[in-house]
């Protein structure tokens, strides 16, 4: 064995510039694969935790059909009291929930005592959205970040807002909402800080607390529109939608048939993965769609680059070939010289592309390279690339390399050795 | 003890519609040890005689037997062990493996071929570069060194195995008069050394005076008589 590969690799180095451009080729094949799937997959991850973390959570309930009208924000879907506390009792069953937060959310008209505008609000207990959506302190852009992030009576108002409407910090300003029974109401609060905007949905929301939401539309019970669920594992996310879904709707299906959830259990409830409700969804499917094309097409490279080098190195040699099988080597080890061959090519190319791969990826890290992603700026973009990842692309890259060695070694071996020995 | 035996031995080539009959049933018999050489003309069936001989090719008909074993029945895999077992090769073109060194390539069929333990291949390598004056070059790749130097290092591999046969098609065809001698001096030495049968073919009427025992084939059938003979070919 270990003369089959000193055999193989004394002929890679014979026809050494032919062996460096393939291996070369195969290497930056490694290379590209390697940084795409890091970069994207982090990229991937980060906006999805922007989404997660900053405004969705992992999971939201709520009742049968709110989600299809949510641009409406329909007064008339929110859960009732017992809604809720099913939903509660669930959660606290399941151990993979960090955190779960009530929102109240409404529409309403925002006055700066001159100018009128619409604005979309969720009341939230300020305690539990911020276990829920750890990046909401994050986004004040104007206001302090430190204490508590809203307290009765003040606002987190949207940057975009803010500036259309003129308003400052520690202003005061009248928000009117129109109950579900169709009287109106007003209530005044403090603006306490103003808001970055995240992408997707809910990204340019206010915030006002909870109990003020109740008031402003004269609610009698406390009722909620949604709850919003962090995940102490995000990985855990399929399985805790299964799980939840079948609790509160008696159907554990997939995520996407939520619609069809309802009419299992008919408990009246609905359960939706953040993908569910935001477009990035479909950006991340295509990510992953491209990282496949992006395999597919290094195996490609691969496999014609080491065919094509193995094709001519048997021909190259027929004259040994002939004289090796007549005297008498088995044809099983004339196979196993020329599949070192291709191995050691496929292995060595995955090697060095790795390591090179590895050290680009690390200097990423260190360099910090920032974009921007919508209405977010700045973000640092941190490459990662699992072990496995590495592992499963590397070990297909050598076994695409042993098979496109197959049919020329198989070739050598089954020469005939008097045809063999008189190619000239 | 007869080491070849051959009887009514034909082969008959067939390229695209036409038969091209090569050897045309030819009777000789071969003693172990002995040093034999096959000539004849250009296109007389020398190669192809010697190819039957050394199980590379079939007969078409009639009856091939080395080593009490009937060659003509075996396929592709027997045949290889057979060659492996008990036939060395030594080639016109000299073939060595060019990536291996003179040492490495007479390693090469304890190795690949047979399965020798280290100790006993290297004393058998040692043994062998000595005979053939090749221990001074034994780290040198084949393009280092001379034709005449090559071919003593392709006996050397042929008889690495300790094969009872070694075949050898125009053997000297590439080498100049002296040189040529010279290796056929080598192989009768080894000969007498080894007690290994040696069968060459050559068109040299200088090379085949040394053989002991001369087939001449003339368009695929033999000449009545094998003899020590002066005969010179036209
Ligand atoms: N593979 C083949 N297909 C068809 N005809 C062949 C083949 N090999 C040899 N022949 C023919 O068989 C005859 C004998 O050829 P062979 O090679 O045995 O002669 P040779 O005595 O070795 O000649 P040389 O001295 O030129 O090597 C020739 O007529 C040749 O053309
Ligand atoms: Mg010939």
Same mark, same amino acid.
């Given at each position: 064995?270990?003369?089959?590969?000193?055999?193989?690799?004394?002929?890679?180095?014979?026809?050494?510039?032919?062996?460096?451009?393939?291996?070369?080729?195969?290497?930056?094949?490694?290379?590209? *694969?390697?940084?795409? *799937?890091?970069?994207?997959?982090?990229?991937? $991850?980060?906006?999805? +935790?922007?989404?997660?973390?900053?405004?969705? +959570?992992?999971?939201?309930?709520?009742?049968?059909?709110?989600?299809? =009208?949510?641009?409406?924000?329909?007064?008339?879907?929110?859960?009732?009291?017992?809604?809720?506390?099913?939903?509660?009792?669930?959660?606290?069953?399941?151990?993979?929930?960090?955190?779960?937060?009530?929102?109240?959310?409404?529409?309403?008209?925002?006055?700066?005592?001159?100018?009128?505008?619409?604005?979309?609000?969720?009341?939230?207990?300020?305690?539990?959205?911020?276990?829920?959506?750890?990046?909401?302190?994050?986004?004040?852009?104007?206001?302090?970040?430190?204490?508590? /992030?809203?307290?009765?009576?003040?606002?987190?108002?949207?940057?975009?807002?803010?500036?259309?409407?003129?308003?400052? *910090?520690?202003?005061?300003?009248?928000?009117?909402?129109?109950?579900?029974?169709?009287? /109106?109401?007003?209530?005044?609060?403090?603006?306490?800080?103003?808001?970055?905007?995240?992408?997707?949905?809910?990204?340019?929301? +206010?915030?006002?607390?909870?109990?003020?939401?109740?008031?402003?539309?004269?609610?009698?019970?406390?009722?909620?529109?949604?709850? $919003?669920?962090?995940?102490?594992?995000?990985?855990?996310?399929?399985?805790?939608?299964?799980?939840? =879904?079948?609790?509160?709707?008696?159907?554990?299906?997939?995520?996407?048939?939520?619609?069809?959830?309802?009419?299992?259990?008919?408990? +009246?409830?609905?359960?939706?993965?953040?993908?569910?409700?935001?477009?990035?969804?479909? !950006?991340?499917?295509?990510?992953?769609?491209?990282?496949?094309?992006?395999?597919?097409?290094?195996? =490609?490279?691969?496999?014609?680059?080491?065919?094509?080098?193995?094709?001519?190195?048997?021909?190259?040699?027929?004259?040994?070939?002939?004289?090796?099988?007549?005297?008498?080597?088995?044809?099983?080890?004339?196979?196993?010289?020329?599949? $070192?061959?291709?191995?050691?090519?496929?292995?060595?190319?995955?090697?060095?592309?790795?390591?090179?791969?590895?050290?680009?990826?690390?200097?990423?890290?260190?360099?910090? !390279?920032?974009?921007?992603?919508?209405?977010?700026?700045?973000?640092?973009?941190?490459?990662?690339?699992?072990?496995?990842? /590495?592992?499963?692309?590397?070990?297909?890259? /050598?076994?695409?390399?042993?098979?496109?060695?197959?049919?020329?070694?198989?070739?050598?071996?089954?020469?005939?050795?008097?045809?063999?020995?008189?190619?000239? | 003890?007869?080491?070849?035996?051959?009887?009514?031995?034909?082969?008959?080539?067939?390229?695209?519609?036409?038969?091209?009959?090569?050897?045309?049933?030819?009777?000789?018999?071969?003693?172990?040890?002995?040093?034999?050489?096959?000539?004849?003309?250009?296109?007389?069936?020398?190669?192809?005689?010697?190819?039957?001989?050394?199980?590379?090719?079939?007969?078409?008909?009639?009856?091939?037997?080395?080593?009490?074993?009937?060659?003509?029945?075996? @396929?592709?895999?027997?045949?290889?062990?057979?060659?492996?077992?008990?036939?060395?090769?030594?080639?016109?073109?000299?073939?060595?493996?060019?990536?291996?060194?003179?040492?490495?390539?007479?390693?090469?069929?304890?190795?690949?071929?047979?399965?020798?333990?280290?100790?006993?291949?290297?004393?058998?390598?040692?043994?062998?570069?000595?005979?053939?004056?090749?221990?001074?070059?034994?780290?040198?790749?084949?393009?280092?060194?001379?034709?005449?130097?090559?071919?003593?290092?392709?006996?050397?591999?042929?008889?690495?195995?300790?094969?009872?046969?070694?075949?050898?098609?125009?053997?000297?065809? @590439?080498?100049?008069?002296?040189?040529?001698?010279?290796?056929?001096?080598?192989?009768?030495?080894?000969?007498?050394?080894?007690?290994?049968?040696?069968?060459?073919?050559?068109?040299?009427?200088?090379?085949?005076?040394?053989?002991?025992?001369?087939?001449?084939?003339?368009?695929?059938?033999?000449?009545?008589?094998?003899?020590?003979?002066?005969?010179?070919?036209?």
């Amino acid at each position: 064995m270990l003369n089959v590969l000193k055999i193989a690799l004394r002929n890679l180095a014979r026809f050494g510039r032919r062996t460096l451009l393939t291996s070369t080729l195969i290497t930056l094949g490694i290379v590209s *694969v390697l940084l795409f *799937v890091a970069i994207a997959g982090s990229f991937k $991850a980060m906006m999805i +935790g922007q989404f997660t973390d900053a405004v969705l +959570g992992h999971i939201e309930v709520h009742r049968k059909g709110y989600v299809a =009208s949510i641009d409406t924000l329909p007064l008339n879907l929110n859960m009732q009291p017992a809604m809720v506390a099913r939903v509660e009792q669930a959660l606290a069953k399941l151990e993979a929930v960090e955190a779960y937060s009530t929102r109240v959310k409404l529409g309403a008209m925002f006055s700066n005592f001159t100018e009128t505008t619409s604005i979309r609000v969720n009341g939230v207990d300020p305690g539990k959205e911020v276990a829920t959506t750890p990046l909401l302190p994050g986004r004040i852009v104007e206001g302090s970040k430190q204490g508590p /992030v809203l307290k009765r009576g003040e606002i987190l108002i949207p940057l975009l807002l803010a500036r259309g409407m003129k308003v400052k *910090v520690g202003d005061t300003i009248v928000l009117v909402a129109t109950n579900r029974d169709g009287s /109106v109401n007003g209530k005044t609060f403090t603006v306490r800080a103003v808001l970055e905007s995240v992408s997707g949905p809910s990204g340019r929301d +206010g915030y006002i607390h909870i109990e003020d939401a109740r008031d402003l539309l004269r609610m009698k019970d406390a009722e909620v529109s949604e709850i $919003a669920i962090r995940l102490k594992d995000p990985a855990q996310l399929d399985r805790v939608y299964a799980q939840l =879904s079948k609790t509160l709707t008696g159907f554990a299906g997939k995520s996407g048939n939520a619609a069809m959830a309802g009419k299992g259990g008919g408990a +009246g409830l609905e359960v939706h993965t953040w993908a569910d409700l935001s477009p990035f969804a479909s !950006i991340a499917r295509m990510i992953d769609l491209l990282t496949l094309f992006i395999k597919i097409m290094l195996v =490609s490279i691969v496999l014609v680059s080491i065919m094509n080098v193995m094709v001519m190195a048997v021909y190259e040699r027929i004259r040994e070939i002939g004289t090796i099988s007549a005297i008498g080597t088995p044809p099983r080890k004339i196979l196993s010289l020329f599949l $070192a061959e291709g191995l050691l090519l496929g292995a060595g190319g995955t090697a060095l592309g790795t390591v090179i791969a590895l050290a680009l990826i690390y200097a990423l890290n260190v360099w910090k !390279i920032t974009f921007d992603f919508g209405q977010q700026h700045g973000l640092v973009l941190t490459p990662t690339i699992r072990a496995a990842d /590495v592992a499963i692309i590397a070990v297909m890259v /050598v076994i695409v390399a042993l098979l496109a060695s197959l049919q020329p070694a198989w070739k050598a071996s089954r020469m005939d050795p008097v045809t063999a020995l008189g190619h000239v | 003890m007869q080491l070849i035996r051959a009887e009514k031995l034909v082969k008959t080539y067939r390229a695209g519609e036409v038969d091209v009959p090569a050897v045309k049933g030819v009777d000789f018999s071969i003693d172990a040890k002995s040093f034999v050489a096959f000539v004849g003309p250009s296109g007389s069936g020398k190669s192809t005689l010697l190819n039957m001989i050394g199980c590379l090719d079939h007969p078409t008909s009639g009856r091939l037997s080395v080593l009490d074993t009937d060659v003509g029945g075996l @396929n592709r895999r027997a045949a290889a062990e057979f060659r492996g077992l008990h036939i060395g090769f030594v080639f016109q073109e000299f073939n060595l493996i060019p990536v291996l060194t003179v040492y490495e390539n007479i390693e090469y069929p304890l190795i690949m071929v047979q399965d020798w333990p280290a100790q006993k291949r290297r004393k058998q390598i040692m043994r062998l570069l000595e005979s053939v004056d090749m221990l001074e070059q034994a780290h040198k790749r084949p393009d280092q060194i001379s034709g005449g130097q090559k071919q003593r290092v392709a006996v050397a591999r042929a008889l690495a195995t300790d094969p009872q046969l070694v075949l050898a098609d125009e053997p000297t065809a @590439n080498l100049d008069h002296d040189t040529a001698y010279r290796i056929i001096e080598l192989m009768k030495r080894m000969r007498d050394e080894l007690g290994t049968t040696f069968v060459f073919s050559t068109h040299d009427p200088k090379i085949m005076g040394e053989a002991e025992i001369i087939f001449t084939l003339d368009d695929g059938r033999l000449h009545s008589s094998p003899g020590k003979a002066e005969v010179v070919h036209a």
